[in-house]
T-cell receptor
């Protein structure tokens, strides 16, 4: 079946430093999956941060970027300079066409940005 | 204001009691979801509803049932709760159009079964 792995449960970064949150995926489908990053701020529901549906492409939003790498089956999230307001839990997710309603989520990475 | 609400936010029940978790959305989305998340695991899909009275099992439906009598409202029911159903439950909705539609999530309900 499909699965998503986020190896870091928690990450702490100082403000203005760079960030990378790792995500790898596995799928048994012959089609390339669609990949997503969702973010959950304290007290709120998950919200879509960015998505990429084509292998080799990069998605970006709010200063975050992620590149869909089908060779390494990875979709790492990066930001050049984090802010305190970026403190949240970040979830990587995969969707396999044509079942467009089903997403498979990683376990989440809690980011704490220190002042 | 696009919103998914969940009630209650926190709930403590004893083993064997019935549990009702409620979810509402104000976006007229056709599709709604119930997930649970346990420590160290990703969100797991319990049930998906494609519209009123059109529900399908997700990956972990055992021990749960759902009800959707109005498009804006989706309930998750645990008949005779078990301690291994202690978890955080998330409801979500999406517009259900072709291709991947963004899922909008509620803030979650933390359920503890003693």
């Amino acid at each position: 079946g499909d699965s998503v792995t986020q190896t870091e449960g928690q990450v702490t970064v100082s403000e203005s430093k760079s960030l990378i949150i790792n995500c790898t995926y596995s799928t048994t489908s012959i089609a390339y999956p669609n990949l997503f990053w969702y973010v959950r701020y304290p007290g709120e529901g998950l919200q879509l941060l960015l998505k990429v549906i084509t292998a080799g492409q990069k998605g970006s939003s709010r200063g975050f970027e992620a590149t869909y790498n089908k060779e390494t089956t990875s979709f790492h999230l990066q930001k050049a300079s984090v802010q305190e307001s970026d403190s949240a839990v970040y979830y990587c997710a995969l969707g396999d066409p044509p079942n467009y309603n089903v997403l498979y989520f990683g376990s989440g990475t809690k980011l704490t940005v220190e002042p | 204001d696009m919103k998914v609400t969940q009630m209650p936010r926190y709930l403590i029940k004893r083993m064997g009691e019935n549990v009702l978790l409620e979810c509402g959305q104000d976006m007229s989305h056709e599709t709604m979801y119930w997930y649970r998340q346990d420590p160290g695991l990703g969100l797991q899909l319990i049930y998906i509803s494609y519209d009123v009275d059109s529900n399908s099992e997700g990956d972990i439906p055992k021990g749960y049932r759902v009800s959707r009598k109005k498009r804006e409202h989706f309930s998750l029911i645990l008949d005779s709760a078990k301690t291994n159903q202690t978890s955080v439950y998330f409801c979500a909705s999406s517009s259900g159009t072709g291709g991947y539609a963004e899922q909008f999530f509620g803030p979650g309900t933390r359920l503890t079964v003693l």
